[in-house]
């Protein structure tokens, strides 16, 4: 599974941005997804994640609310849509994709990483 993040830039404080993940490869759409995100200087740490049917869905505490994940599977893609941004959203973010179905919280439950799409809130 080879995954590229895009949508990823500069917005202000209360705006929005939606995040797409494009996967190459049969085995995505058997695959939970996640969205990490990493602000400089502090760790990977987990913002989403859908099972691989797209029937069940996991958030952070910091996020719910304001992220909603989902995926198509015919277009290989999982999405983050992110509203009421903060400035402390700002940071890299990365989706995931995991060996099994369902939900994994924590980066050791993904096998496959894409390259990172940087998102900026100024305030």
């Known amino acids: 599974v080879q995954l590229q993040a895009s949508g990823g830039g500069l917005v202000q404080a209360g705006g929005s941005l939606r995040l797409s993940c494009a996967a190459s490869g049969r085995a995505f759409s058997r695959s939970a997804t996640g969205w990490f995100r990493q602000a400089p200087g502090k760790e990977r740490e987990f913002v989403a994640a859908?099972?691989?049917?797209?029937?069940?869905?996991g958030y952070a505490d910091s996020v719910k609310g304001r992220f909603t994940i989902s995926r198509d599977n015919v277009k290989n893609t999982v999405y983050l849509q992110m509203n009421s941004l903060k400035s402390e959203d700002t940071a890299v973010y990365y989706c995931?994709?995991?060996?099994?179905?369902?939900?994994?919280?924590?980066?050791?439950?993904?096998?496959?990483w894409g390259q990172g799409t940087l998102v900026t809130v100024s305030s």
């Open positions: 995931a994709a995991s060996k099994g179905f369902g939900i994994v919280e924590v980066t050791t439950g993904y096998g496959y």
């Open positions: 859908i099972n691989w049917i797209g029937t069940s869905t």
